[in-house]
């Protein structure tokens, strides 16, 4: 059937539903490394509540009274691009949709509806400081259910921040009187995190591309398979997502057929809250990168098992780069070697609180993340989905040009 959102209200600042602080609070390095990065999720609810758009909307406004900053905007008016706390809110759009969830497949791969129906962008916005930091549309459908779009300045949250956030919503939504967890939006204890990238950056290659998107489950067999086989000498198991993210990269080299000898670069980020002592309640950006780094040749042509333990002993380095010291991490040889070369960027979105946001019906049967602007090849690996979770891991990627995507896709389809 032809999806079509047959009403849609027009924009409306949401604004805290009582005064709060004014003022300018600072951004941690790694936040102003974000800060034109906006990042959507999309929650997809298939059990009703009475009249979501309203109530979300409600609850949104008083969890704002919590996390006042979200409701701010950003200040580059100065030397240094600070987080205004003015109150102008933020913003939102109640749609309707005349279909049921079931016509638009839960919005699986290849989507029926497109996706840009369920989000509110800001690609119009001139000025930095004309964007809200955070913008929300909630579409009912004729079944009852709904699906929330969240789209967030990076600068101002990690996605487990922005989890935590709408939890908060849900909470009051269900009628708690306060968030369950205290929120912190600025510790002036935390560490600085080192930038892995620093040194490299300038020598790979960052020029925009369409990439395709590619919505697809990697089973459970082949995943608790490559883990059997992990193994090795030091018996470290290796994660769900260390086997997923080596075998979306394995099949993206595979599909690229790249020079041999060419570098592979894979760089994941961590949520590194526990490791540099993050209060509890901390939204802002946690989170540190770190680089597994092989050729062509190896990647395409060694196993998964080979390919996730180069990954697991990445996330092993950790620890090492938020320490008190700074350790040579690559050698001139590699850091040359890199140069021209794109690495693909993945972040899971698996335990961080995403799927437990509830507005009153229960959890979502579908979390789903969508990009509008793509820099790098990325992929979001671990998206939680209860729909499929007895089949297997759901994956999105934008990380080959069209060219490759029917190779990338074969390849994809051989993991079973």
Avoid at 17 to 44: I, M, N, Q, R
Avoid at 189 to 218: C, N
Wanted: net charge negative; with cysteine; hydrophobic share 40%.
């Amino acid at each position: 059937m032809k999806f079509a959102v047959t009403q849609c209200s027009l924009p409306v600042l949401v604004g805290p539903s009582e005064p709060t602080p004014a003022g300018h609070l600072p951004l941690t390095s790694t936040d102003k490394g974000c800060l034109y990065l906006p990042v959507t999720s999309l929650h997809v609810f298939d059990r009703p509540i009475h009249e979501p758009a309203e109530i979300i909307r409600r609850a949104l406004s008083h969890a704002l009274v919590h996390y006042y900053p979200l409701a701010g905007r950003l200040d580059a008016s100065g030397p240094d691009v600070q987080l205004a706390c003015t109150g102008d809110g933020v913003e939102y759009v109640a749609a309707t949709a005349s279909c049921t969830l079931e016509d638009v497949r839960f919005l699986d791969s290849p989507p029926v509806a497109p996706l840009d129906a369920f989000v509110v962008r800001c690609s119009d916005r001139v000025r930095m400081s004309d964007c809200p930091l955070l913008m929300m549309q909630v579409t009912e459908f004729a079944c009852g259910g709904y699906v929330v779009g969240a789209t967030w300045n990076h600068a101002v949250a990690d996605a487990f921040g922005m989890a935590q956030f709408l939890g908060a919503v849900g909470e009051l939504a269900r009628g708690l009187p306060t968030p369950s967890v205290v929120p912190v939006r600025h510790d002036a204890a935390l560490p600085e995190i080192p930038h892995l990238l620093g040194a490299v950056g300038p020598y790979l290659d960052f020029t925009h591309a369409e990439y395709a998107r590619t919505d697809v489950t990697i089973p459970w067999s082949f995943i608790n398979r490559v883990k059997a086989e992990h193994g090795g000498a030091d018996h470290q198991p290796c994660s769900t997502f260390d086997v997923v993210a080596a075998a979306v990269w394995r099949c993206r080299t595979r599909a690229m057929n790249a020079d041999p000898a060419s570098p592979a670069l894979l760089v994941f980020t961590a949520n590194v809250r526990r490791h540099i002592g993050a209060k509890d309640g901390y939204y802002g950006n946690c989170i540190a990168l770190q680089m597994a780094v092989s050729t062509c040749g190896a990647v395409a042509d060694g196993g998964t098992a080979e390919t996730a333990r180069l990954i697991r002993r990445g996330k092993e380095r950790i620890p090492c780069i938020l320490g008190d010291y700074e350790p040579v991490l690559f050698g001139e040889e590699v850091v040359g070697a890199l140069r021209g070369h794109a690495p693909l960027f993945v972040s899971s979105w698996g335990g961080i609180g995403l799927d437990g946001v509830d507005f009153g019906g229960g959890r979502p049967a579908r979390v789903m993340a969508d990009m509008e602007v793509t820099w790098a090849p990325c992929c979001i690996p671990c998206l939680p989905c209860s729909r499929k979770d007895g089949e297997g891991v759901n994956v999105l990627a934008f990380c080959v040009r069209e060219e490759h995507a029917d190779g990338f896709h074969a390849e994809l389809a051989t993991l079973h």
